[in-house]
Nanobody, 115 residues
């Protein structure tokens, strides 16, 4: 089992920045990839950014150039630096840890972009 805990969400004005963190603990061996997803009210959950064990990354078109995903393998922690935030970035952000035995999700952290 893997425990996944997100942190760093909050309320920010348009154009502002936030940094999300995702800490994994427990059976953390053989983590293949980690990713950030988000779900806005009334919408389906969508991929925001993804990073594999070789630190190769992939981003949703809507966040390219504004968000940066990174990973500290020594700390089993993943980050999402979000800059130039827009109201449409408002959502609950979830961390997913992908292992060979399945996917593990955190409880989510709310990000609200509003003036």
């Amino acid at each position: 089992q893997v425990q996944v805990v997100e942190s760093g969400g909050g309320l920010v004005q348009p154009g502002g920045s936030l940094r999300l963190s995702c800490a994994a603990s427990g059976s953390i061996f053989s983590i293949n990839a980690m990713g950030w997803y988000r779900q806005a009210s009334g919408k389906e959950r969508e991929l925001v950014a993804y990073i594999n064990r070789s630190s190769l990354t992939n981003y949703a078109d809507s966040v390219k150039g504004r968000f940066t995903i990174s990973r500290d393998n020594a700390k089993n922690t993943m980050y999402l630096q979000m800059n130039s935030l827009k109201p449409e970035d408002t959502a609950v952000y979830y961390c997913k840890v992908q292992k060979i035995d399945g996917d593990y999700w955190g409880q989510g952290t709310q990000v609200t972009v509003s003036s």
